[in-house]
């Protein structure tokens, strides 16, 4: 790790009441530039501190990879006294990022005008599951749900047979995503104008959007000019490819790199194939256009398409298990993984900062942070004394786990 802040955030606060994953993911990203984000949890804590393999409770692996370079403040906000230290801190900061439901913040009296009432100028960020306007509105919402509901899960049928969701929580990571690129534009608006303002994300729509870029096909013309669905990518027979000895993925996408190919197979008729010879006449038929790339791939080693595919610049990569990833040639060479020595929980392997800002880079500067690490140093920071924070301790409402 390092002590150093460069980062295109740097000077940036975040307070972070999130949980699961959608936004702890946005606001480690937030960190991540340079934002001293500030990790808001309750008694029970984050539930994905027992997600997964552990060495201490509440520190599973996937709450330790998704909530690095964060303090951690563990207090009950249902009691008067922990909400009012809350707006006191929330009156410090730039941004605050929450992910529960409009019922649920509201109850708490945290709301947009609840909190723009002690900081007119902050960002405030809400990840929702569905738009405020509608009647999915209250909706609880979870990754799988959202694929759900999205129709991601039902183009899958068109490659399983039945609908089926994809093995990583997309929804959650894309409207994470969402959320960084959203409070960095809204800072901007604040760096130019002076004003702050409220955000509201919702991942049904987000997925939406994600979802149906390329889906929404025939259905973008009013009448449809065809179905929805784009057929390159349901095609059943777009899959990584058999080798003699193993499976790559490979992708002659332009005429160019088809010609190139077929002439490598030594099929050169085939670009002359009606089916064949064009883009538009590929995806048409885009299954057999699959069929005959899987047949011919059949026909040699791994390790000869490979060398002979790149020499030609058609797209091919070996097919990686997720273990394979540790090891990679590339992610070895660039420093992709990186180790640190956590002060409860022994070395660990995290991802390294994937993004590269020639003057301002990114650091991982804090270990994912114990429940409640840090709440005397964030509390005499708003200006409380040792003895007010002594009384929280006492009556419970502050909370910290070993």
């Known amino acids: 790790m390092s002590k150093a802040n460069n980062g295109p955030l740097t000077g940036i606060r975040v307070a972070d009441l999130t949980s699961v994953l959608l936004g702890p993911y946005a606001s480690q990203t937030l960190g991540d530039m340079g934002a001293d984000v500030i990790k808001i949890e309750g008694p029970e804590g984050d539930t994905t501190r027992d997600l997964g393999p552990r060495r201490s409770p509440g520190m599973a692996a996937i709450y330790l990879n998704a909530n690095r370079n964060k303090r951690a403040l563990g207090i009950d906000l249902k009691s008067e006294e922990g909400r009012a230290a809350l707006l006191n801190l929330l009156g410090t900061v730039d941004v605050f990022l929450h992910n529960m439901r409009p019922s649920a913040i509201k109850r708490l009296r945290l709301t947009y005008d609840d909190v723009k009432a002690v900081n007119p100028n902050i960002i405030y960020c809400g990840a929702y599951g569905f738009g405020q306007d509608g009647p999915y509105a209250d909706k609880p919402a979870y990754d799988d749900m959202i694929q759900g509901v ?11 047979g039945r609908p089926g969701y994809m093995p990583t ?14 409070v960095a534009m809204a800072l901007f608006h604040r760096e130019r104008t002076g004003e702050g303002q409220e955000i509201k994300i919702p991942m049904f729509e987000t997925m939406v959007q994600f979802h149906m870029l390329e889906h929404l ?15 390159r990518a349901t095609s059943p027979n777009r899959h990584p490819y058999k080798t003699k000895d193993g499976m790559i993925g490979v992708l002659p996408y332009v005429d160019k790199q088809w010609k190139a190919f077929f002439d ?12 064949f ?5 590929r995806l048409d038929n885009i299954d057999a256009a699959y069929e005959v790339l899987s047949e011919i791939i059949e026909t040699r080693t791994s390790e000869e398409w490979l060398k002979d595919l790149d020499a030609a610049s058609i797209p091919a990569v070996k097919i990686n298990d997720p273990e394979d990833l540790l090891e990679d040639e590339h992610l070895q060479a660039v420093n992709f993984w990186k180790t640190m020595d956590h002060p409860s929980e022994g070395k660990l392997v995290y991802p390294g900062i994937h993004t590269e800002f020639s003057a301002s880079p990114g650091e991982v500067r804090r270990h994912a942070p114990r429940h409640g690490e840090h709440n005397r140093e964030i509390l005499q920071e708003i200006g409380m004394t040792d003895a007010e924070i002594d009384n929280m301790i006492s009556s419970g409402i502050l909370c910290s786990k070993p």
């Open 150 to 160: 999205s129709g991601l899960a039902a183009t899958q049928s068109k490659l399983m």
């Open 217 to 231: 096909y025939g259905g973008n013309f009013d009448p449809p000019m065809g179905s929805v669905g784009y057929p």
């Open 264 to 275: 490598m197979a030594d099929r050169p008729e085939l670009m002359e194939d009606p089916r």
């Open 169 to 182: 929580v997309i929804a959650d990571k894309a409207t994470a995503l969402t959320a960084v690129y959203s």
């Open 277 to 281: 010879c064009s883009i538009e006449a």
